[in-house]
């Protein structure tokens, strides 16, 4: 089945909207424990082209998801099926060797990684679920 592209811009870029929402509610969860790991190994606090950065990287995150979705969802026996595969793919291949090399570097905490892991899963499973929801085919 072909792929409905304004469909996918719509609803991927709503998708990284809600990754961006996540990541937002994230920071008075963690409070100042990224600025504290930052400071003590001697690197500033995330800057505001730092703060462009991930803002742009949850959008991409958000649409290489629901992307990746209307590509694979015909594989599925259903389209749920499909959004979570995807999500959870997305989570083991992206979001968790992020958290955990940084702790394997010994430059964040466990505590901190897993707390941004399980944040991240959460966070990719709902922005992925509402580009299935949102996404409609030709």
């Given at each position: ?12 870029l709503i998708a990284g909207v809600v990754v961006i929402i996540s990541g937002s509610t ?113």
């Amino acid at each position: 089945m072909p792929i409905n592209t304004k469909s996918l811009i719509k609803s991927g870029l709503i998708a990284g909207v809600v990754v961006i929402i996540s990541g937002s509610t994230m920071v008075p969860v963690v409070g100042d424990q990224m600025n504290t790991v930052l400071k003590n190994h001697l690197c500033p606090p995330l800057s505001p082209l730092g703060m462009v950065f991930f803002l742009v990287l949850s959008l991409v995150f958000g649409f290489s998801a629901v992307t990746i979705y209307a590509f694979t969802k015909s594989l599925f026996k259903t389209k749920l099926q499909a959004a979570l595969t995807v999500a959870l793919a997305f989570w083991f291949l992206h979001y968790l060797p992020a958290n955990t090399s940084l702790v394997a570097y010994g430059f964040m905490p466990w505590g901190l990684s897993l707390i941004g892991s399980l944040w991240g899963l959460i966070e990719i499973l709902l922005a992925t679920l509402v580009g299935y929801w949102l996404y409609k085919d030709k």
